[in-house]
């Protein structure tokens, strides 16, 4: 059952979305969430949201103040859990810290139940200060290893080696570190097929190299419970078979399933046909993560495949307003109805599909939200199969572009112009998830509808600007 949350006298404007004259050229594909009227008696520079500090666990989420980031912050707080979030402000702004927590306050305090806490650093996850970071988190304990005279048996044969060691060295060699941080969720990634095209170096800088560094953090401090936001985009030309998408059709290492008749068949590493460096990023992202879970069984990463997140909360305080030209369907179609953009570009109508235009799998972002904290729960106690394990996060029901479409115009009962164009370098006919493994595993599964969607994207547009 979707939660109603009441938001009580909150008064929204255009000004309370108003896009701010420094939004950096390079941000795209981001919820507009600079200083909000609603919140100007609060000082976010002189109070970093570090509040009910305490030394229980908490979990750190990267890139937690965008579009998918942000929802999915407040809904591990409406669950209890603890987050830290690290975000650079390149896509975002600070002022959405104070929306995440009034919406987590009002929904917990429905409830009797106390606010987690919620703490803040401005920080790129690729800057060297992330490991001051993981230190103010952490704190040494003995590692349990074999000894000779009290040292750590790989100490001693450093000694033994005739290498001179100080007494920091002696340190680090008999401890190790124990952090607060009991799991990660890593959005910080460049996610625009079309820019990724145009600056394939960037998204692979980015995208993949930041990924290996950032791994290498983690496991020095001992956190290796890693959730990865992937992409359906992994699928590559496989999206055009015209059927579900399942998980093993792109896999890292050999895996054996059982198909719809009940017979037992391995599959090989690989994917066909990937079509953008985007795409390339995420495949190659989750090959190091497999690879690493294969090596070491202590990891536990599990990669969600997102399919298209669309929506809002229902609060119309969080929602999607890209600062630059928006390039996904549903922003794009909210920017006609506020008279942004004249007309709404459909982008191939020849596609082997019902209506000719391309069908794709629309996910609340709230559902996708809760699927990260069902990531993290099975993953607690075990229940994902495997040191690495992808999951499709979608409905299992595709729609054309056109009902998309259809289904705003009931909403907000309003035409939308619309004119035919041809195909986008980088796009598929067909993307549907096949979500039986997300419902088995993590026990979750989407409950919201296009409808839905529609009428969410419609009360954040019109809280947008309510002239609209």
């Not at 033994?160 to 060691?165: F, N």
């Not at 990634?189 to 600056?199: D, F, G, T």
């Not at 191939?348 to 729960?377: E, M, Q, S």
Request: with cysteine; glycine share 8%; charged share 20%.
């Amino acid at each position: 059952m979707k939660a109603s949350l009441q938001t009580g006298s909150m008064s929204l404007s255009c000004s309370t979305f108003s896009r701010s004259p420094s939004a950096t050229p390079e941000a795209v594909d981001t919820p507009d969430t600079q200083r909000s009227v609603l919140f100007d008696d609060y000082d976010v520079a002189a109070d970093p949201l570090e509040i009910n500090i305490s030394s229980d666990p908490l979990i750190m989420v990267v890139g937690g103040l965008g579009y998918i980031g942000s929802h999915t912050v407040l809904e591990l707080l409406k669950e209890g859990y603890n987050v830290l979030v690290i975000d650079d402000l390149s896509n975002s702004y600070e002022s959405v810290l104070e929306r995440i927590r009034t919406l987590a306050v009002e929904s917990l305090s429905m409830q009797g139940k106390p606010m987690p806490t919620l703490q803040f650093r401005q920080l790129d996850y690729r800057s060297t200060l992330m490991r001051s970071v993981l230190e103010d988190y952490s704190s040494f304990k003995n590692k349990p290893a074999t000894t000779r005279g009290g040292f750590p048996y790989s100490t001693l044969q450093r000694k033994d080696s005739g290498i001179e060691m100080d007494t920091d060295s002696l340190h680090e060699a008999a401890f190790e570190w124990r952090s607060r941080i009991s799991g990660v969720i890593h959005f910080a990634a460049y996610k625009s097929v079309e820019e990724s095209i145009r600056q394939p170096l960037r998204y692979y800088s980015n995208n993949v190299c930041g990924l290996v560094d950032f791994l290498g953090l983690l496991e020095e401090f001992g956190i290796k419970n890693f959730v990865f936001s992937s992409s359906a985009t992994v699928y590559g030309e496989g999206a055009n078979c015209g059927v579900p998408l399942r998980e093993e059709l792109c896999v890292h290492h050999p895996e054996s399933f059982l198909d719809g008749r009940g017979s037992e068949r391995r599959v090989l590493p690989g994917v066909l046909g990937l079509t953008s460096p985007y795409g390339r990023s995420k495949f190659m992202c989750e090959s190091i993560l497999a690879d690493v879970a294969h090596s070491d069984s202590s990891w536990a990463i599990t990669a969600l495949r997102y399919f298209n997140p669309v929506g809002c909360h229902e609060s119309g305080i969080l929602g999607e307003d890209p600062r630059q030209k928006p390039s996904n369907l549903i922003p794009v179609i909210a920017s006609v109805l506020t008279g942004t953009k004249p007309v709404l570009d459909i982008y191939g109508t020849d596609w082997d599909t019902p209506d000719g235009t391309a069908v794709r799998d629309f996910i609340h972002v709230v559902d996708l939200a809760r699927g990260h904290v069902a990531a993290l729960a099975a993953s607690a106690v075990g229940r994902t199969k495997a040191p690495f394990r992808a999951y499709n996060l979608g409905t299992g029901r595709g729609h054309t572009v056109r009902e998309v479409l259809q289904s705003l115009e009931q909403v907000s009962q309003r035409s939308i112009p619309a004119r035919e164009v041809g195909r986008r370098a980088g796009d598929v006919g067909f993307c549907v998830a096949q979500v039986q493994r997300a419902e088995a595993e993590l026990l979750w599964r989407a409950e919201r509808t296009l409808d839905d969607c529609s009428a969410d994207v419609w009360k954040f547009t019109k809280a947008l600007c309510p002239q609209t």
